[in-house]
């Protein structure tokens, strides 16, 4: 696995940002993993601000995303369709009909799992993955459990994702308990996979990906099966490891 320490959160978004760019500057119809949360929001300013720049061009690649909360409108402020409109999506040359996010407005969730898992097969695979890692090691919503999933699925949320999100909400009863995501074999099938993690709350998270053990008790820790994984993370969450 490459580890790369940055002083802090903003040079840890130029240094993810610029892995981005290399990928799509030199396979420019890419099929890109986003991810959500606090973690990538530098990483997607540093990428719009390169956009406007000339510098990556974002016309041909085709996108997806981890996940999504279930159910929840497209129109909502926490959406993930939201959130990726207003960090990234907005602000790029992005072809918005080669985005895809699982549908939190789906009838059926199941069905909407099992195409959305097709889709990614369909458009040749994920070329790199983005991810941030929860506090309590989950990748997408794949929380810690004795039995991950494979592929994307319905998911509970935990009391600890639930209390880490409440700061969205105006309360914690108010985040959503349910979520569609991308499951471990969906994400381990990316090509590349780059993991960000900032902060001292994630100390413990980053740990159990870089010790020898496999735990789905730390879901990220499985990624250590992926040949090519990149670990950008900055001194807080990486220090004293
Ligand atoms: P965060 O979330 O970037 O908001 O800390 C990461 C995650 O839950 O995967």
Same mark, same amino acid.
């Given at each position: 696995?490459?580890?790369?320490?940055?002083?802090?959160?903003?040079?840890?978004?130029?240094?993810?940002?610029?892995?981005?760019?290399?990928q799509?500057?030199?396979k420019?119809?890419?099929?890109?993993?986003?991810?959500?949360?606090?973690?990538?929001v530098?990483?997607?300013?540093?990428?719009?601000?390169?956009?406007?720049a000339?510098?990556?061009?974002?016309?041909?690649?085709?996108?997806?995303n981890l996940? *999504?909360y #279930?159910?929840?409108?497209?129109?909502?402020?926490n959406? #993930?369709?939201?959130?990726?409109? *207003?960090?990234?999506?907005?602000?790029?040359?992005?072809?918005?009909?080669?985005?895809?996010?699982?549908?939190?407005?789906?009838?059926?969730?199941?069905? *909407?799992?099992?195409?959305?898992?097709?889709?990614? *097969?369909?458009?040749g695979?994920?070329?790199?993955?983005i991810?941030?890692?929860?506090?309590?090691?989950?990748?997408?919503?794949n929380? &810690?459990?004795?039995?991950? #999933?494979?592929?994307t699925?319905?998911?509970?949320?935990?009391?600890s994702?639930?209390?880490?999100?409440?700061?969205?909400?105006?309360?914690?009863?108010?985040? &959503?308990?349910?979520?569609?995501?991308?499951?471990?074999?969906?994400?381990m099938?990316?090509?590349?996979?780059?993991?960000?993690?900032?902060?001292k709350?994630?100390?413990?998270?980053?740990?159990?990906?870089?010790d020898d053990r496999?735990?789905?008790?730390?879901?990220?820790?499985?990624?250590?099966?992926h040949?090519?994984?990149?670990?950008?993370?900055?001194?807080?969450?990486?220090?004293?490891?």
């Amino acid at each position: 696995m490459k580890v790369v320490v940055c002083k802090n959160y903003e040079e840890m978004s130029v240094a993810a940002a610029k892995i981005i760019e290399e990928q799509i500057n030199s396979k420019p119809e890419s099929v890109m993993g986003f991810a959500t949360g606090s973690t990538p929001v530098g990483m997607y300013t540093e990428l719009a601000k390169d956009c406007s720049a000339g510098k990556v061009d974002f016309s041909k690649i085709t996108a997806f995303n981890l996940d *999504e909360y #279930y159910p929840i409108a497209h129109s909502d402020e926490n959406s #993930y369709v939201y959130f990726m409109k *207003e960090n990234l999506f907005s602000k790029v040359n992005v072809d918005y009909s080669k985005t895809n996010i699982p549908d939190g407005e789906a009838k059926d969730a199941v069905a *909407e799992c099992e195409q959305y898992e097709k889709k990614i *097969e369909k458009a040749g695979g994920i070329d790199l993955q983005i991810l941030g890692i929860g506090k309590n090691g989950h990748i997408g919503f794949n929380e &810690p459990d004795a039995k991950l #999933y494979a592929n994307t699925h319905l998911t509970s949320l935990t009391q600890s994702t639930i209390d880490a999100n409440a700061r969205f909400f105006e309360s914690a009863s108010l985040v &959503p308990t349910k979520a569609l995501t991308m499951g471990m074999a969906t994400i381990m099938k990316a090509k590349k996979i780059v993991v960000l993690a900032s902060g001292k709350d994630k100390k413990a998270a980053v740990s159990a990906l870089l010790d020898d053990r496999i735990t789905t008790d730390f879901p990220v820790s499985m990624l250590k099966m992926h040949s090519d994984v990149t670990l950008v993370c900055d001194e807080a969450a990486y220090m004293d490891l």
